[in-house]
């Protein structure tokens, strides 16, 4: 094919009229008759031993159908785990429980459920049980939590829950050669997905026995887990998956599907669980705080020669994926740069906070607001332009990453992007009046796609070309709104030339659909992508052999276009398709194939000195802002914000772009206003009066810039960009504060108060 | 269980007879954008809830020659198209335009944002700069009350359970046509103020014949800078003078450390906000 | 328990239905199958909810199911009905505006009402008229791209 008749092209997504329409029904937007309602009670304190529980008076108010605790979970405490083949790490305590046993270790953590005959009654219900809690001292700052003494979280002698490290050369020389040497500490919080649909779902048991649930998930896989708590079979717990109003990484755990499959197990009817606005910011995982202090040094000419970091995340009251998410942090610590260096240790400590997880970008957006700041000041030190000390420093395609040692085969796009964005920024901007400083700042970075390669990851794809030329394809791919089932057909279009009108899919359900793998790590056009092509093509080659028969001619000279084989370079000679789907059903020839395909499958690396390949490939970035600060208040508006990645290729370049344009305002509210406060364990941000996220009057016009390489390990050359497109554009904002006004931030969310702090330190040092 | 009634009175006589009859069992309702959510949160239990939204008297903007009257049921977007008030108050206008986000602006009322009295209130700051007049009726009684008596505490006004707003007044005058409003919010729209100002000024032969100076978010109701207000009577325009100010307001002001702001903070960009709507009227004149 | 009638319109529909004081009009559109209407938040603080009544827009959970009594409302499929809502409804689906479509019902809805007030805005304007419409998704470019698409082809 020389030329791509639907891939690449702006389309119109598959799922986009039945949205525009609000045809679409979301996970709260579906009913059963007999449906009862369900509410979670949750723990009044942080840290506490539970006493006691009297679900007596709650259960008989008239219309409770069940009042649970800890005690009617057939097994409380389970491991999430998904996909994985081997146990990894050590004192990786990887467990959950499901409802509070004993004792609670954060506030929000559930306690007991209730499901009744209307939404009140639950509520009600939910204040007639009584939980007699004594409180604990609890430990709320991971690195408190790391000392020896220190209140224990859980049960494991220790709150360190893992600890990591890389290392390449010696960073003795490292810093003996060094001309300058910068050491500081940054610190980042906890912030929300803030998706706009919160957690829920409805369960039910249908008529062969098996658990229903119908719920918005990025991991269907979750059915095991399920299963398990409930002390059942695999098969008899069917996840449905819903197209997600948002996911983020926030849907990526079980959410309400454990308290929904044990309320549906015990009444036997179906239930429907919700969250409210402020049960979401309260209980459902936030992304980690990393305390990081980095030393790093550079010779004069500005080529950095070492690196010494220390991460540590806040992994709140439970591992959840904490463990992973400083995994990537340890791998991302260096980011895109070439320094012969580096050692770099990492830490995951529980505490008393409210637990925290997977969030878009998964533990590389954190060490990146450090390395782009250093960089930054670096260049300040030797007046060096910022886009040139990327350039002396950067990967290029066949060096290896700084911390792992593992090699870029792939075509690495630096310092290109970063030269594409800078430039597009264009004239600077007039200085609005004389209380603002405009400012400019620069980050590159680079994040993996596709999950580490120790987890041996698949994903399989079924695709059916129907008698009359339609398609079916059935792939347990979660949607949480980039488009990802979209892409799906936009491939089997493209390779079978049908149009996507005539393509029909089934997605996200465990019991018909094979399952594709988990809508996380930024994996699915590489994974399912693949497959489905995989699928797609061993179809085309069945037509295209057959119509070859049939035309009397060599089979390289036959495409699939328009709902015909034609003939390449003379399409006026041609086969309907129709008439070779028949005359391959005539002769038994299959035209329906199920796919699997495999990322490459390493060994579980020395987690304490990981070296080789972690990720199958990464995506490069590069993001550039224009700031004016008021130098007067201290606010900062984003006046322009460009972003260029090299994303291989897009097979849709609306959803990429949409990835690139939401990815850099989801990085901004990072940057400048978001914050889940708490105070000991308590949440004080508990709505979005509170929890400020851009509204459309806060953005500028992002300018995304695609730059298509074909060097991807995706179909058609494509790479991932749903997680790297938000993971740089904090630092960027910080180098662009520093450029204003003079200033580094180094804690986020760089607010006005900080800024006015650091530049009125006489007023506010009286 | 929480057990709500509804009555929705066509006129304002009966549902001053409905307040008389119900007290504190009555809560008011028109926009809503705090109510539902108060009961909600179970902050408002078992009420019943008296829907004035549809009485007519309680509406209008009538511009008359030395007065201006606005009833409380007036909405946001009302006073945002107000020529009335752009030209009479456009302090007042200048709030509208920032307040919530323009879908809320169609629901909610002045007498809403009056009475739920927060110390941000977005209504109230223009309206003590403009020296408003409160009317306010029970069955049988009319009193006119100054707004700057109005408010006692957080979320507390005066307002007995048996009265309602029935309009708000201000003078037509020259000072009140000649008003600034600045909110500093952490965000452009749908932002609660960590503080914000306004200032009406009247300037004879460059000296300050009258100003008013209010500010909301730096006290536990909106405040009127009557020490700062003192000072700068009768003084002479000048960067000086300008800065010498700052320091009052500055002393002026009792605010809090909460989420969004430091106590500190707010002391110290309350001072910026009283130079920049001083600044911009001083100029324009 | 008190329970009130409630008969109102929804895109041209006639529906009657009993309702307690405190029942939002969301909770009651909602379970009067009119599901297009979001829950975000239930605070008015993310414009999911958002409706039309009498030619404004409305955030239908901070509104009471019985303040809608004997009103006219407007859903995102009731604007599909007029030709500037289709039009709306295609700019959306062909300029990629959409992502997870959580937020779109509630943005289509303010931006027909809008641009029925306003035909002719600039790109700041139709951002300052969606500010009450939260997006995650998006970045609101290519909403705002979409709309403004449309108040282009107004202007033809």
């Known amino acids: 094919m020389s030329e791509f008749k639907v891939v690449g092209k702006p389309m119109p997504r598959d799922d986009a009229w039945a949205k525009v329409r609000g045809e679409l029904k979301y996970a709260d937007d579906f009913s059963l008759p007999g449906m009862l309602y369900a509410k979670v009670l949750r723990s009044k304190y942080p840290a506490a031993k539970i006493i006691s529980i009297d679900t007596s008076k709650a259960k008989q108010l008239e219309g409770v159908r069940a009042v649970l605790t800890a005690k009617d979970v057939p097994h409380n405490e389970t491991v999430t785990r998904f996909g994985q083949s081997s146990e990894v790490g050590k004192g990786f305590e990887g467990l959950y429980r499901v409802l509070a046993d004993k004792k609670v270790r954060f506030m929000g953590e559930a306690v007991a459920l209730v499901a009744a005959d209307t939404e009140e009654i639950a509520e009600e219900a939910l204040d007639l049980i009584v939980v007699e809690y004594e409180p604990l001292p609890g430990v709320f700052d991971p690195v408190e939590a790391m000392k020896p003494g220190a209140y224990l979280v859980g049960e494991n002698g220790t709150n360190i829950i893992g600890d990591f490290g890389c290392s390449q050369g010696d960073i003795k020389k490292g810093f003996a050669e060094a001309d300058i040497i910068i050491e500081d500490a940054y610190q980042v919080s906890f912030v929300d997905h803030a998706y706009l649909e919160t957690e829920g779902g409805i369960s039910w048991i249908d008529d062969y026995g098996v658990i229903n649930i119908r719920v918005g998930s990025q991991v269907i896989e979750h059915f095991r887990d399920v299963a398990d708590v409930l002390g059942l079979p695999h098969n008899k717990v069917r996840y449905i998956g819903t197209m997600m109003g948002g996911g983020f990484g926030g849907k990526e755990d079980i959410t309400v599907e454990t308290y929904l499959a044990l309320l549906t197990w015990k009444t036997k009817k179906p239930v429907r669980l919700v969250y409210t606005r402020e049960e979401s910011i309260l209980c459902h995982s936030k992304r980690h705080p990393f305390v990081m202090k980095y030393r790093v040094g550079a010779k004069k000419d500005g080529k950095l020669v070492v690196l010494d970091a220390e991460l540590i995340s806040d992994a709140g009251a439970y591992p959840y994926l904490s463990p992973w998410v400083t995994l990537y942090a340890t791998v991302n610590a260096a980011g895109p740069y070439c320094i012969p260096n580096v050692r770099v240790k990492s830490y995951c400590v529980l505490t008393n906070n409210t637990f925290t997880s997977a969030n878009r970008g998964f533990g590389v957006p954190q060490p990146n607001v450090v390395y782009e700041s250093l960089i930054d000041e670096f260049a300040r030190k030797f007046n060096i332009d910022p886009l040139e000390i990327r350039r002396i420093n950067c990967l290029t395609t066949g060096k290896a990453l700084s911390t792992t040692g593992q090699v870029f085969k792939t075509h690495v796009a630096l310092p290109e992007v970063a030269e594409k964005a800078w430039a597009a920024l264009g004239e600077p901007a007039e200085c609005p009046d004389g209380n603002k400083k405009i400012g400019r700042g620069l980050a590159i970075g680079l994040m993996s796609y596709g999950r580490m390669t120790f987890l041996h990851d698949s994903s399989r794809s079924y695709v059916k070309l129907e008698s009359d030329g339609s398609v079916l394809i059935r792939s347990g791919i979660p949607d949480l709104g980039g488009g990802q089932v979209s892409m799906l057909c936009q491939i089997v279009a493209e390779e079978l030339g049908i149009p996507m009108s005539r393509i029909k899919i089934y997605y996200s359900d465990t019991a018909l659909t094979p399952l594709a793998g988990t809508t996380t790590a930024t994996r699915q056009t590489y994974m399912s992508g693949n497959a489905t092509l995989k699928a797609a093509r061993e179809i085309r080659k069945q037509v295209i052999n057959k119509a070859a028969e049939l035309l009397n001619v060599n089979p390289d000279k036959l495409d699939l276009v328009d709902e015909k084989v034609v003939v390449k370079y003379n399409r006026s000679e041609f086969l309907p398709l129709i008439q070779a789907i028949k005359a391959c059903n005539n002769a038994g020839v299959e035209l329906f194939c199920e796919a699997q395909f495999n990322a490459p499958f390493t060994i579980t690396p020395d987690l304490s000195n990981i070296r080789g390949m972690t990720f199958p490939d990464f995506t490069f970035g590069a993001q550039a802002v224009e700031v004016a600060v008021d130098t007067e208040t201290g606010q900062v508006e984003v006046l322009k914000l460009t972003t260029c990645y090299d994303v291989g290729k897009a097979i849709n370049p609306l959803s990429v772009e949409g990835q690139m344009e939401g990815g850099s305002i989801y990085g901004m509210g990072y940057a400048l206003t978001e914050e889940v406060i708490m105070e000991k364990g308590i949440t004080i941000t508990p709505s979005f009066a509170e929890y400020i996220i851009p509204t459309a009057a806060d953005v500028p016009d992002v300018k995304a810039i695609l730059v298509e390489s074909g060097g991807g390990l995706g179909p058609y050359g494509a790479k991932g960009i749903g997680e790297p497109s938000c993971s740089i554009i904090a630092p960027a904002i910080l180098n662009a504060i520093y450029d204003a006004v003079g200033i580094r931030i180094k804690s986020l969310p760089a607010t006005p108060e900080k800024i006015i702090r650091a530049l009125k330190k006489d007023y506010f040092k009286k | 269980m929480s057990q709500f009634k509804y009555v929705s009175p066509k006129t304002k006589d009966e549902a001053l007879e409905i307040l008389q009859e119900k007290k504190s069992n009555a809560c008011i309702i028109a926009g809503c954008s705090n109510v539902l959510p108060n009961i909600r949160d179970k902050k408002i239990v078992s009420k019943v809830l008296v829907d004035i939204s549809d009485i007519e008297e309680l509406k209008g903007i009538v511009g008359e020659k030395d007065k201006i009257y606005i009833g409380p049921l007036t909405t946001i977007t009302e006073l945002v198209n107000s020529e009335v008030i752009l030209k009479e108050g456009n302090v007042l206008h200048q709030a509208a335009e920032q307040f919530a986000d323009p879908i809320v602006r169609n629901s909610a009322t002045v007498g809403g944002n009056l009475v739920d009295a927060s110390p941000a209130a977005d209504m109230a700051v223009p309206l003590l700069t403009l020296d408003a007049i409160l009317k306010i009726e029970s069955v049988g009684q009319k009193k006119d009350v100054q707004l700057r008596d109005f408010f006692i505490g957080p979320g507390e006004t005066i307002l007995q359970e048996d009265e309602i707003i029935t309009g708000i007044e201000f003078e037509s005058s020259n000072i009140n046509k000649n008003g600034c409003f600045i909110k500093l919010g952490l965000r452009k729209a749908m932002a609660i103020a960590v503080a914000s100002i306004a200032v009406n000024l009247e300037i004879k032969e460059n000296k300050i014949a009258q100003v008013r100076i209010v500010m909301g978010s730096v006290a536990p109701t909106p405040i009127r800078l009557t020490a700062t207000e003192e000072f700068l009577k009768d003084k002479e325009v000048n960067d000086e003078l300008i800065e010498k100010a700052i320091d009052k307001v500055r002393e002026e002001v009792n605010p809090i450390s909460d989420i969004r702001a430091s106590e500190e903070y707010r002391r110290y960009v309350s001072g910026i906000l009283f130079k920049r709507a001083f600044k911009k009227l001083t100029l324009a004149n | ?156």
């Open chain 3, 1 to 156: 328990m008190e329970e009130y009638k409630v008969e109102l319109t929804v895109n041209g529909e006639k529906i009657s239905s009993l309702a307690k004081p405190e029942e939002s009009l969301l909770k009651f559109l909602r379970r009067n199958g009119f599901t297009e209407v979001k829950c975000g938040c239930e605070k008015g603080e993310c414009g999911t909810c958002t409706v039309i009544i009498n030619k404004k827009t409305v955030k239908s959970c901070i509104m009471l199911a019985l303040q809608a009594s004997g009103k006219e409302i407007l859903t995102a499929k009731g604007v599909e009905k007029q030709e500037l809502g289709r039009k709306l409804q295609e700019s959306f689906v062909n300029t990629g505006a959409i992502q997870c479509g959580f937020c779109t019902p509630g943005i289509i809805v303010t931006a027909k009402n809008y641009l029925d007030q306003n035909p002719v805005p600039d790109r700041e304007e139709i951002k300052k008229a969606i500010s009450g419409n939260l997006c995650r998704c998006t970045g609101y470019k290519k909403i705002v791209d979409a709309i403004y698409d449309v108040a282009v082809e107004n202007q033809k």
